[in-house]
């Protein structure tokens, strides 16, 4: 795993190097907008080599569902992102804390509910007065 | 202006009524979590960073920095009841704190993390006080080179301090480099890696980023591995219960001293903060005392030098921001927003430009440490509750937070996929052993390393001597060659040594 990691880090090295080589470049003397950013991709693309050459180890292995539990928590996350626009914050916050209460958390539907409602409402009042606009989406507020 | 002057100064911005309830807000919600294992104060900065945005500048400053040290104060709790870190820095104190804790004087160890936090945030601010208006002054007559050396030496200094390979900690540097070029080009306005999307014109928001790699990934760490906590220590009962005894201050006082004066120049380190300068005070107090043995199994000094020495950090770390305009740590960084958000670079220029800022910041942060100690020992019984709190409610406070912080900034849902991007990104890179502090110190350096290279080729018409001839930064940039070339030279002596070993041994 850590050494895909290494792997992963040349690619991208190599990849910016690649992309910044379409910026112009100028010269030592008058650099240019591509100066810089070659440079640097050089540079990562050289130490994590390094770090794939001391020929790192693994971490140890995550217990049963670990991984499992860490993607569905992402994935929500990610939707979250797609969804607070078209069905507003007070919504779409709630069903991501319904999930993580009762679905990862196991606790009772009912503190569940509760808790998801009151921690979105209460969020909603506080950012707005504090004059941090959240979207409202399609409930009438 | 002499020292009493400015002193009256400062003090005249931080006693006014609005600056002492945000001194006690950000301090009390420092302590908060620093108490909580997960949450830190890294992440719980970048939230409040957009909603400091309708404050007045000074008061803003005073809150986040109050989170700051407050979260020093804070973390220590939870090492000493529970032996799980509550910040980072408050890693060493776990070991003798719990031992002190599980013998029954939980009390004491809290109430001395408590006292040394106090005299060495103290002592801190004392040196900060005394060593910023010189180093302002003498920063003034910096040019380009000289920028371009103190970051290019910055990020050397972080990605050798407290990595286990410095490899791939200069890895981390660089991609940190490459994500600040993301955007428009700060010399000619030309937009690089932006891939046609139009939120990255602007460049990747520091706050999403921070939110996602310090809070996200908390996140990700906590639901793949569900923190275990060993069986909690008896919270002491009563104000009594934390005074240390006399044989106990004997044996405690010399460790704050030193954790103190140790603490104090670490964190003047870039990248070095808190954890780095507990690490190497308790190593000190364990290598100096008559009895290394106890050390482990419950030593006052062990609870006494690392916190001490976290707290003269955080004062110290302000000294680079404040003189130079370069953040020593994630946190500094942070804070460097804060200013920026405001309309205000910090630098050289600040001191004389904005005086009451400048001491009003300092005096509040006397004013935040004597509140920290009224706050913690009386209230040490509720926040040990505090660190109970299981993951199963955690999750959902952090993820709350990190929503709103990176939604927070512009408005704007793709920042809540940077966000978890970050996040997904920093729990892997933790897990294969990357660490995230020379990401982030390099992002924010990059911009002003790339703008002083470029000024500085142009200026010496594309020679690498103007580098070499100015004497300070000829120094820095020496230091970081050094720092750069000596295991290449160890691991090229080894080979050397190895291949003439070899031989023998073979016939």
Not at chain 2, 194 to 205: A, E, K, N, P, R
Request: glycine residues 12%; charged residues 10%; positive net charge.
């Amino acid at each position: 795993m850590t050494r895909v990691a290494c792997a992963l880090l040349v690619l991208l090295g190599v990849a910016a190097v690649y992309s910044a080589s379409r910026l112009a470049f100028g010269s030592a003397r008058a650099p240019e907008t591509g100066f810089f950013p070659t440079l640097v991709a050089l540079a990562l693309a050289l130490f994590s080599g390094l770090a794939l050459a001391e020929r790192p180890e693994n971490p140890a292995p995550l217990e049963r569902g670990g991984s499992a539990r860490l993607w569905i928590v992402t994935g929500a996350t990610a939707a979250y992102a797609a969804l607070i626009q078209p069905a507003g914050f007070l919504v779409s916050t709630a069903a991501l804390l319904l999930l993580l209460l009762r679905g990862i958390g196991r606790l009772s539907w009912t503190a569940s509910v509760a808790m998801a409602l009151g921690a979105s409402i209460a969020t909603y009042e506080l950012f707005t007065r504090l004059g941090m606009p959240l979207p409202a989406g399609f409930l009438p507020i | 202006m002499g020292v009493w002057e400015s002193l009256a100064l400062g003090f005249s911005v931080s006693l006014t009524p609005a600056n002492l309830a945000y001194c006690f807000a950000g301090v009390l919600l420092g302590t908060l979590v620093g108490v909580l294992p997960g949450l830190g104060s890294a992440a719980t900065i970048a939230l409040l960073l957009p909603v400091t945005y309708k404050m007045p500048p000074t008061s803003a400053l005073i809150m986040l920095a109050g989170i700051w040290y407050g979260s020093m104060y804070g973390g220590s709790t939870t090492s000493i009841l529970l032996r799980v870190p509550g910040e980072s820095a408050s890693v060493m104190t776990c070991i003798d704190g719990f031992e002190m804790a599980r013998r029954g004087r939980a009390g004491a160890a809290l109430g001395i993390a408590a006292f040394g936090s106090f005299i060495a945030g103290t002592l801190g601010l004392v040196g900060l006080m005394l060593l910023a208006p010189p180093l302002a002054e003498f920063a003034l007559d910096f040019g380009p080179p000289e920028y371009f050396a103190l970051t290019a030496l910055g990020l050397t200094l972080v990605s050798f301090l407290g990595t286990s390979s410095a490899p791939k900690a200069l890895a981390m540097a660089a991609l940190g480099l490459l994500l600040g070029t993301v955007g428009l080009d700060p010399v000619r306005s030309e937009a690089r890696f932006t891939f046609g999307v139009l939120s990255l014109q602007s460049g990747i928001d520091l706050i999403p980023m921070v939110m996602g790699l310090f809070g996200f990934s908390q996140v990700l760490h906590l639901v793949a591995r569900p923190l275990v906590a060993e069986a909690a220590a008896q919270a002491p009962r009563g104000f009594l219960a934390l005074l240390p005894n006399r044989q106990e201050w004997r044996a405690a006082a010399p460790a704050i001293g030193r954790g103190s004066v140790v603490g104090f120049l670490v964190g003047l380190l870039p990248g070095a903060g808190g954890t780095i300068s507990s690490f190497v005070a308790y190593a000190i107090e364990k290598r100096l005392s008559r009895h290394p043995e106890r050390f482990g199994r419950g030593a006052i000094e062990g609870v006494a030098a690392p916190e001490s020495a976290n707290n003269s950090a955080t004062a110290s770390g302000f000294i680079p921001l404040l003189t130079l305009g370069l953040p020593a740590n994630v946190v500094m960084a942070l804070m460097l927003g804060a200013f920026m958000l405001h309309g205000i670079t910090p630098g050289p220029t600040l001191l004389a430009q904005k005086p009451d800022m400048f001491w009003g910041l300092i005096t509040s942060m006397f004013v935040g440490n004597v509140m920290l100690l009224v706050l913690n020992l009386p209230l040490i019984g509720v926040f040990a509750k505090v660190t109970r709190m299981p993951a199963a409610y955690l999750v959902p406070v952090i993820v709350l937070a990190c929503l709103v912080g990176a939604y927070g900034v512009n408005n704007n849902a793709f920042d809540i996929l940077v966000m978890v991007g970050f996040g997904v990104f920093g729990y892997y890179a933790e897990r294969t052993g990357f660490s995230l502090a020379p990401l982030v110190l390099a992002f924010v350096l990059g911009p002003l390393m790339e703008t002083s290279l470029r000024q500085s080729l142009i200026l010496s018409q594309g020679g690498f001597d103007i580098f070499v001839t100015r004497p300070i930064s000829v120094v820095l940039l020496g230091i970081a060659v050094l720092m750069l070339v000596t295991p290449v030279l160890r691991w090229m002596g080894r080979r050397y040594v190895a291949s003439r070993i070899a031989p023998k041994t073979g016939s």
